[in-house]
């Protein structure tokens, strides 16, 4: 990759990126709630279980359609990748923080570049053609910056986990030499879900983590929350 599109995979891994992600746990404050996750162990297994069950076989395979279709200007595969993420994520609360995030995402890098497939994509979201969820822009913002899909799907592994191992810190009585043990010893199992995305089209997605769902759906009606999910 070329230094400016380095420098862009590495503004979009920043925590300082202003989309919202830090307010998610995607289900991990219910988790702790239940009692399911009480130390740094158990929040390393259910990590890695999101990254091999869900980002994996869903989000990564999402991003990976999405920037191809970016590169070749092809704006109804970029929607189509959008709507069959929204179709395989069962759980009401990730499917609005997706879309959340991904709508200050797309709004952001609307104001940074002046893309026309961008402009076009943002405007089919405001449609409701098209929800914008985050991995979709993602894939969008990385495949029209010339950042290498491989990088672009580690840098969503990434994210996903320090946005988690960020919400675990708050909820849990998380350190931070814990918290980067914990990542430290997630990237193999990244780099996995990387490489099993890689041979799934858009029509194989298949997400699947029971638990996860039914967990989610029980911090929707939860009386007290500290995250949106």
Avoid: K, W
Avoid at 25 to 44: H, K, M, N, P
């Amino acid at each position: 990759m070329s230094d400016v599109a380095t420098l862009e995979s590495f503004r979009l891994a920043d925590s300082f990126l202003p989309v919202g992600t830090y307010t998610v746990s995607y289900g991990l404050e219910q988790f702790i709630q239940d009692d399911r996750v009480e130390d740094a162990t158990d929040l390393d297994g259910l990590l890695s279980t999101y990254l091999r069950r869900q980002i994996g076989p869903a989000e990564l395979v999402a991003l990976r359609a999405a920037h191809a279709a970016a590169t070749d200007g092809d704006i109804e595969a970029i929607c189509h990748a959008d709507q069959r993420l929204s179709a395989v994520t069962l759980a009401a609360e990730f499917r609005e923080s997706a879309q959340q995030s991904g709508d200050r995402l797309l709004s952001l890098q609307t104001e940074l570049r002046d893309e026309a497939l961008l402009n076009r994509y943002a405007e089919r979201v405001d449609a409701d053609d098209a929800p914008g969820n985050y991995a979709v822009v993602l894939g969008v913002a990385t495949g029209l910056a010339d950042v290498a899909v491989r990088e672009a799907c580690l840098l969503c592994c990434h994210g996903f986990v320090t946005g988690l191992l960020g919400a675990a810190q708050r909820l849990l009585s998380l350190g931070h030499t814990d918290a980067q043990r914990i990542l430290n010893d997630l990237q193999p199992v990244m780099t996995a879900a990387v490489d099993d995305s890689a041979d799934r089209g858009i029509d194989e997605m298949t997400p699947f983590a029971p638990l996860v769902d039914v967990l989610a759906a029980e911090h929707e009606r939860a009386e007290r929350r500290l995250f949106a999910s």
